[in-house]
């Protein structure tokens, strides 16, 4: 039994306000979100494949990758996509002591200029939560969650199954999840181009978080 919800419920959404979960949204705009790059494989193809569809896109980061593939993080914001703190060495905020779990955001911040801020597995205390802004070096902290999870981490179901979650649970202002990383690589490679295809002749537009003022991009 997977332990994940592919489509966020309601009430989890109601339990945390303050995250952002999706967009509000009065045209065909959606927001694809890559967790875990930079990845020497993974990135590039995401790269790659996002621009056949003039794409744009947010990537969450983890500060170590940044380290080790500069070059990669560098086309990512060249190519006008954005950027998220995913913390330095990908922490869960649930098994992580405060104190721990801060400097390690903090130090993702001197590889990752953004204020926007995603907990990796979802996972974050409201202690966590509430310093962020702090950690990040006094940027106002905004925490982005998500709408559709693709769940192409799961190596218990294959690509076929990560395209459906997406394609049946998005809607306009749908904030989705995939993973530019060496365990998901293999259902990503199946299913970003066809999610790219399948929205794009359905007129859709993807956009990128850019974190200051979100309403400015629907109009």
Not at 53 to 77: E, H, M, Q, S
Not at 109 to 129: C, E, K, M, V
Not at 183 to 211: M, T
Request: aromatic share 14%; net charge positive; proline share 5%.
């Amino acid at each position: 039994m997977k332990k994940y919800f592919v489509k966020t419920p309601w009430w989890l959404r109601a339990v945390y306000p303050k995250y952002v979960w999706k967009i509000p949204a009065t045209k065909k705009i959606i927001y694809l979100s890559f967790d875990d790059g930079p990845h020497p494989e993974a990135t590039p193809f995401v790269l790659n494949e996002l621009k056949k569809y003039n794409a744009l896109a947010t990537f969450f980061c983890i500060g170590k990758n940044v380290k080790a593939w500069p070059d990669i993080y560098k086309r990512i914001l060249n190519e006008g996509h954005t950027v998220g703190n995913h913390t330095q060495n990908h922490m869960n905020g649930w098994k992580t002591n405060n104190e721990v779990y801060m400097k390690d955001v903090a130090e993702a911040a001197n590889y990752i200029d953004s204020d926007l801020f995603r907990p990796p597995y979802g996972r974050i205390t409201s202690f966590q939560a509430k310093h962020l802004s702090a950690a990040m070096k006094g940027r106002k902290a905004k925490v982005i969650m998500w709408d559709v999870l693709s769940a192409d981490f799961d190596t218990s179901i294959e690509g076929e199954q990560c395209l459906s979650n997406v394609l049946f649970n998005t809607k306009p202002g749908s904030i989705i999840v995939f993973h530019d990383s060496e365990k998901a690589f293999s259902r990503l490679q199946y299913c970003l181009p066809k999610v790219l295809k399948f929205f794009a002749e359905k007129g859709y537009v993807f956009d990128a978080i850019n974190g200051v003022n979100e309403e400015s991009k629907l109009k």
